[in-house]
């Protein structure tokens, strides 16, 4: 009850005197009401004397300052959980948190590190909302998009190991992400959004760059080189792969014409059966699920080829890119240092 009222009924409440819309108001009570419903608009509700109606500025209550939501340029992947209606059939909301939350544990540690006993990380933003995960990068540069490779691919990895198939984009552009004030919004979280669930002709586990963002990435190419300790095959975003001139390496990989993630690279699926794993919470299976099963075995299948083509012929030289890996750790503290200034 609002303060100051006085009951004058042994039940109900101030709250219930308001009736419905259309009802008669009760004597002594003063309302502004200008809603057709009761969550429409504002009500002012009052006893006694009518007071001014409360003040809606630039979405703050009561004239505070604006919150602000500055936007960067930075790299964003929107990944999808498959089959998250049947799952929720036959796991608790918690079960299924708890199984998310370790794939983007895994991500964390992916871009996490010391360098001369300077620590960094986590390089990338994470979060998650019902069946969507989103990952976000500080900047747009070379060492956000190749951080934003070998992170993500760990991500649908881990997943994948433990029965959640994920299918997702990156895109790039001007985004508000915050982990801070929960604002998420940019063209870059739409396109992977769209291309991804709606658009992609692959409609399976993993994730490819959008067309979008492959055009920036090729601009990006032509007018700034991408460094060299980045074009790496173990362990970044070989230019080779990028401009298409070679089939894929330990991070990327073509297939079905889009560049994707090469997950397939890492060592969880060495000996092991993904059939398996796409089965592993025993959901039933309808067409459309069989078909994205199907599919998702024909790119393993597709990438072991190529990765094992790849590593019979020795392609790069084991001892320098080791070296370009090490020449890495400098440029992470310097991205750490944006991601800092702009989580404040």
């Not at 049947?86 to 996490?112: F, K, M, N, Y």
């Not at 915050?178 to 586990?205: C, E, M, N």
């Not at 969880?268 to 089965?279: A, H, S, V």
Request: hydrophobic share 40%; with cysteine; charged share 20%.
């Amino acid at each position: 009850m609002c303060v100051g009222a006085k009951r004058r009924r042994g039940r109900g409440s101030a709250l219930r005197a308001l009736g419905r819309p259309g009802e008669k108001i009760p004597r002594g009570i003063g309302i502004a009401w200008t809603a057709s419903a009761w969550t429409e608009r504002a009500i002012q509700f009052t006893l006694g004397r009518p007071k001014p109606a409360m003040a809606f500025l630039h979405g703050n209550i009561q004239g505070r300052t604006p919150v602000p939501h500055p936007g960067h340029d930075r790299y964003v992947a929107v990944l999808d959980v498959l089959g998250m209606k049947s799952w929720l059939q036959v796991e608790t909301p918690q079960g299924i948190a708890e199984q998310l939350d370790q794939a983007l544990v895994a991500c964390d540690q992916a871009c996490s590190g010391s360098v001369h006993g300077k620590t960094y990380g986590p390089l990338l933003g994470t979060t998650h909302f019902s069946d969507t995960l989103l990952v976000w990068s500080p900047d747009d540069s070379w060492p956000s998009f190749a951080t934003m490779c070998t992170s993500v691919k760990m991500i649908v990895a881990v997943a994948l190991d433990r029965g959640v198939p994920l299918r997702g984009s990156i895109s790039v552009g001007n985004s508000v992400c915050s982990s801070r004030t929960l604002r998420f919004v940019g063209p870059a979280i739409a396109d992977a959004f769209l291309w991804s669930d709606k658009q992609r002709p692959y409609r399976s586990v993993g994730v490819d760059v959008t067309p979008c963002a492959m055009r920036s990435v090729h601009a990006r190419l032509a007018r700034e080189p991408i460094g060299e300790c980045w074009d790496c095959w173990t362990h970044g975003t070989p230019e080779a792969v990028l401009s298409g001139n070679a089939e894929c390496s330990e991070t990327l990989i073509w297939f079905q014409g889009g560049l994707f993630l090469n997950h397939w690279a890492h060592g969880i699926f060495t000996g092991t059966d993904p059939r398996t794993m796409f089965e592993q919470r025993g959901l039933e299976l309808d067409r459309s699920a069989r078909a994205k099963r199907d599919e998702m075995l024909t790119f393993f299948e597709t990438a072991r080829t190529a990765m094992s083509a790849v590593r019979l012929n020795a392609p790069y030289d084991h001892v320098e890119d080791a070296r370009r890996l090490g020449a890495q750790g400098a440029e992470y503290l310097k991205l750490d240092a944006v991601r800092q200034e702009r989580s404040t």
